[in-house]
């Protein structure tokens, strides 16, 4: 059996992409995962702590992601979210619903989001 030639099939500049929110003391009170590949920026998981939420972190979180994805070269972006957690918070960002998994765990969904940057 022939091996897989993955430049062959794909892009080879996979990155990880990690953008933390601390507080003054330095401990950790959110963050951002994702990755950069072949052109796309996905977004793996962004959090905050209770406290912070509903005051624009989200948003600059996700600026700063966004920001970072263009520096790398990147045109897009991806992410997906179950339906309980934060579909609302990425369309009023501008990303478009591309795709729904449904009869996820207790009758949630997954929404799968694409923004042109």
Not at 49 to 73: F, K, M, N, P, V
């Given at each position: 059996m022939d091996a897989i030639n993955n430049a062959a099939v794909a892009s080879d500049d996979q990155t990880p992409l990690s953008i933390r929110l601390v507080d003054d003391d330095g401990v950790l009170q959110g963050?951002?995962?994702?990755?950069?590949?072949?052109?796309?920026?996905?977004?793996?998981?962004?959090?905050?702590?209770?406290?912070?939420?509903?005051?624009?972190?989200?948003?600059?979180?996700?600026?700063?992601?966004?920001?970072?994805?263009?520096?790398?070269?990147?045109?897009?972006?991806?992410?997906?979210?179950?339906?309980?957690?934060?579909?609302?918070?990425?369309?009023?960002?501008?990303?478009?619903?591309?795709g729904r998994t449904p009869d996820m765990p207790d009758g949630t969904a997954k929404h799968h989001f694409h923004k042109r940057l």
């Open positions: 963050g951002l995962t994702g990755w950069t590949w072949g052109g796309c920026g996905g977004i793996t998981s962004l959090w905050l702590a209770s406290d912070l939420r509903g005051h624009g972190w989200g948003g600059r979180l996700l600026a700063a992601a966004e920001d970072e994805i263009r520096r790398r070269g990147c045109d897009r972006v991806v992410v997906a979210t179950m339906s309980f957690q934060a579909p609302g918070f990425y369309l009023r960002f501008g990303y478009r619903e591309v």
